[in-house]
């Protein structure tokens, strides 16, 4: 479905800015009409990829970051354990997704989920962003009612692999600034100083 971003004053005056899905700009228009919002600028900037289109598929595909993940899912399980529907759940998310790559997906995962589709199954057709253990962990909560707890767990398994990858990054990057530091040194060396040793030690004789 199609996604418009629109600037709107509310009935009391205030300015407000977002992202609204519709099948066309007057329907988005009417949806933003019974909110009490008057449109003041509007235009269609992208429509969820359902595998055509190269563009949405490079968008889908490429992988995702590992802690705004963590933190979206900690939120999905928030909610849940709150007792917000899934599909409205998923509706908060997408409003306060800043990346835009997580927001495409979470606005596909929305649309599956209305459409009738089980979390785990909508989860499974972005394997660049949800693994296999976290579709699977999914799958579990769903069949034994504990969503919001799996979620909760798979929020806190991410963020220490998020940590850990921080950590090791940190622990290669001095190594790695050494080695480039090294070869520079080698190949100042070897460009400049060794010919004119050589240079010297042959008119000297002694090679």
Do not use: C
């Not at 609204?20 to 949806?31: E, G, P, S, Y």
């Not at 590992?66 to 909610?79: D, G, H, M, V």
């Not at 929305?110 to 976290?134: C, M, N, T, W």
């Not at 940190?170 to 050494?178: D, E, K, N």
């Amino acid at each position: 479905m199609p996604i418009y971003e629109y600037q709107a004053i509310d009935i009391r005056g205030r300015k407000k800015k977002s992202r609204i899905d519709a099948d066309t700009a007057r329907d988005a228009r009417d949806k933003l009409r019974n909110q009490k919002l008057r449109v003041t600028n509007m235009h269609r900037i992208d429509a969820v990829a359902k595998g055509g289109g190269k563009a949405g598929r490079f968008q889908l595909q490429r992988k995702a970051n590992i802690r705004e993940l963590a933190i979206l899912t900690r939120q999905f399980s928030t909610l849940l354990a709150s007792g917000v529907h899934l599909s409205e759940a998923l509706n908060v998310l997408v409003e306060q997704i800043g990346d835009r790559r997580m927001e495409v997906v979470f606005r596909d995962l929305r649309e599956k989920i209305v459409s009738g589709a089980g979390l785990a199954d909508a989860l499974s057709q972005h394997p660049a962003v949800f693994s296999d253990l976290y579709v699977n962990m999914v799958r579990a909560g769903e069949a034994s009612g504990n969503l919001d707890d799996i979620l909760l767990s798979l929020a806190n398994y991410l963020q220490k692999q998020a940590s850990l990858r921080g950590k090791l990054s940190a622990a290669l990057t001095y190594p790695a600034i050494m080695i480039i530091v090294g070869v520079g040194v080698v190949g100042f060396l070897m460009t400049f100083v060794v010919p004119k040793i050589t240079e010297m030690l042959v008119k000297k004789g002694n090679v």
